[in-house]
């Protein structure tokens, strides 16, 4: 009986350790705090952490504790039971561009052709990294703070639609929509031969 037990036990932490290793984490940002009491002052840390799958999945958190270790934890925790899925074209960018905002925070991210690379800076970076975006230009307007930057990015990426979510709205075809944008292109292309010959 206590055989079989330890065998269960064992199998869970093996399932645990699998989904750890799946997320990567990146620490984005430690904030020192200092409480003054009777004694002195009494130190604490809050750390913002953003774990993601590299496949499309993100998430973020926030812990507090008294060294940063623990903090850190806490975060990573916190972030991976509130992950995201973002659609992405083709693994790597956005399907079209999108705005988002938190409190006095504005992020403006577009989708970039292969070989763009990320640009993006400061917390932005640590997002997109950890989603496994490769191609993406993104440009952060407001304020700097950390936290509004990534929870604007958030909400950015949360409007993300892409055109099968989009055909099932409508209640169209995928087809219909992806070549309605690949016409458009075409009809530009067109016009601007024309203009040239003319």
């Known amino acids: 009986m ?7 036990r064992r199998k869970d932490e093996a399932k645990i350790e699998k989904v750890q290793e799946e997320f990567i984490d990146k620490l984005v940002h430690v904030n020192r705090v200092a409480k003054t009491v009777k004694g002195g002052r009494r130190m604490a840390f809050a750390a913002l952490v953003v774990v993601g799958d590299q496949k499309g999945r993100v ?20 972030a991976k039971h ?6 992405l074209r083709e693994g790597r960018t956005l399907h079209h561009d999108v705005v ?3 409190g006095a925070g504005k992020v403006i991210l577009r989708a970039a052709p292969a070989g763009t690379g990320i640009i993006a800076g400061g917390p932005m970076r ?4 950890t989603m496994g975006i490769q191609d993406i230009v993104a440009k952060s307007q407001g304020s700097q703070n950390p936290h509004n930057m990534i929870r604007a990015t958030f909400d950015a990426l949360t409007s993300v639609n892409s055109p099968r ?9 995928v087809g219909d929509i992806v070549s309605r944008r690949e ?3 075409a009809e530009k292309e067109n016009a601007t031969d024309t203009e040239v010959k003319e």
């Open 165 to 173: 979510i989009v055909a099932a709205k409508r209640g169209k075809k």
């Open 2 to 8: 206590a055989r079989t037990e330890n065998q269960n």
């Open 126 to 129: 640590a997002v997109f990294e």
């Open 183 to 185: 016409g458009v292109t």
């Open 82 to 87: 509130a992950l995201i899925r973002v659609p």
């Open 100 to 102: 988002g905002h938190f």
């Open 59 to 78: 998430g973020f958190g926030t812990g507090k504790a008294r060294e940063v270790p623990e903090a850190i934890r806490k975060a990573t925790d916190a």
